[in-house]
């Protein structure tokens, strides 16, 4: 069993920025991939951001420009840099660990975005 501990989520105003954390409880360096998901109310779950254990990394088109997914292996933690919030960025964010026939969900931070 592997923890996952999402934080750093809050609430912000159009066109700032947050850094939400997950980390989890064993080292991440062999993990495949981590991912970062949003849910919104009455909207089914979406992948946003992932990051493989080589570093490469993927984005859904609608944060592409704007998030950054990183890793600190030496932490254990990945992080999703969000620049240039939009209401519609509004969600609970969701951290998935990801490996051969495992995988291990956070319990998610909330990130609001409005003035």
């Known amino acids: 069993q592997v923890q996952v501990v999402e934080s750093g989520g809050g609430l912000v105003q159009p066109g700032g920025s947050l850094r939400p954390s997950c980390a989890a409880s064993?080292?991440?360096?062999?993990?495949?991939?981590i991912g970062w998901y949003r849910q919104a109310p009455g909207k089914e779950r979406e992948s946003v951001a992932t990051?493989?254990?080589?570093?490469?990394?993927n984005y859904a088109d609608s944060v592409k420009d704007r998030f950054t997914i990183s890793r600190d292996n030496d932490k254990n933690t990945v992080y999703l840099q969000m620049n240039s919030l939009k209401p519609d960025d509004t969600a609970v964010y969701y951290c998935?660990?990801?490996?051969?026939?495992?995988?291990?969900w956070g319990q998610g931070t909330q990130v609001t975005v409005s003035s």
């Open positions: 998935k660990i990801n490996g051969p026939g495992y995988s291990y």
């Open positions: 990051i493989t254990s080589g570093e490469f990394t």
């Open positions: 064993r080292s991440i360096f062999r993990i495949n991939v």
